[in-house]
């Protein structure tokens, strides 16, 4: 399994629209992303996303690491 690291929360909203997710709106410290058929996201506008947090959202998104990582 490849390594989640140094990814921002705004370099994270760029590899999820890459899936087709859009920035709806911005709730303080957090990004929220909508998608049409999967579960809408929360990102926090980190400078670094901790590794567990960026895993779930990427399982939420029902995306594998390796998809990801692949768009970044």
Known sequence: MSRLSNISGR????????FGYV???QTGSHMILYHETR????????????????????????LTVDEFLAKK
């Open 11 to 18: 370099a994270a909203v760029k590899i999820f629209s890459k």
């Open 39 to 62: 579960p809408t996201l929360s990102i926090p506008a980190h400078r670094e996303l901790a590794p567990g947090l960026l895993r779930g959202l990427i399982q939420k998104a029902g």
């Open 23 to 25: 920035l709806d709106h």
